[in-house]
Structures are given as C-alpha cells and as structure tokens.
Nanobody, 119 residues
Framework: VQLQASGGGLVQAGGSLRLSCAASGFTFNNYAMGWFRQGPGKEREFVAAISWSNGRYADSVKGRFTISRNNVKNTVYLQMNSLKPDDTAVYYC???????????????WGQGTLVTVSS
C-alpha cells in the first residue's frame, strides 16, 4: 500500500494550493479518503474526507477547502483557497473503510506534505 502526497509549499495568506494524493496497492474505490494535518506543537486533526460522493469538512476549513477524488486515477485532491497562517501544517492523506473523522479509523497513511502560509 502506498499513499503519495504532493503539492505542498510556501504560499502567502489568501493564496491557494492544491494537494494531491496518489494511491496504490489497495482497491481505491472501496475506501473513503481523508486529509489530516498536524501543525507545529499540535495534535493531528481532521481536515476533510470523501467517500464515493459525500464529503465532510472540519469547521475551520469549511467554505475554503474542497476535497475531491478521481477513481480512475486513484487520486484524492484537496483544493485549499483563502489560506491562513493557521493552516500551516504537514498535511497527510489517509484511507479508511468508512467515512469518519477520527485518525484512528484510518488504516493507511501517506508520508505528508508541508504547507506553509506566510502572513
């Protein structure tokens, strides 16, 4: 199983980034996919998740971030707009058999990609 996250970088506040996570080694269509993040000195927190068609978002990113998936390319995306310095974190993609928000329910994890938002 491999989850390869990419797309992180340095962006100014108000800017946008799109993260991608390419999955392999499992039946992608059978899994919900999630994005989590861990900021400096903080615990890992839920950002967004998507099943076949339903999405869920943390309140802190609702209206700014959009999660989507391409089941042909086995890839999940996170479009991040109106970024704030508080969004600075390592972002991880993960796979779960059910659409949930708790990290412990996700069995597969990627390596993370760093997003830094400057003020």
């Amino acid at each position: 199983v491999q989850l390869q996250a990419s797309g992180g970088g340095l962006v100014q506040a108000g800017g946008s980034l799109r993260l991608s996570c390419a999955a392999s080694g499992f039946t992608f269509n059978n899994y919900a996919m999630g994005w989590f993040r861990q900021g400096p000195g903080k615990e890992r927190e839920f950002v967004a998740a998507i099943s076949w068609s339903n999405g869920r978002y943390a309140d802190s990113v609702k209206g700014r971030f959009t999660i989507s998936r391409n089941n042909v390319k086995n890839t999940v995306y996170l479009q991040m707009n109106s970024l704030k310095p508080d969004d600075t974190a390592v972002y991880y993609c993960a796979a779960s058999r059910v659409l949930v928000t708790t990290p412990a329910s996700y069995g597969y994890w990627g390596q993370g990609t760093l997003v830094t938002v400057s003020s």
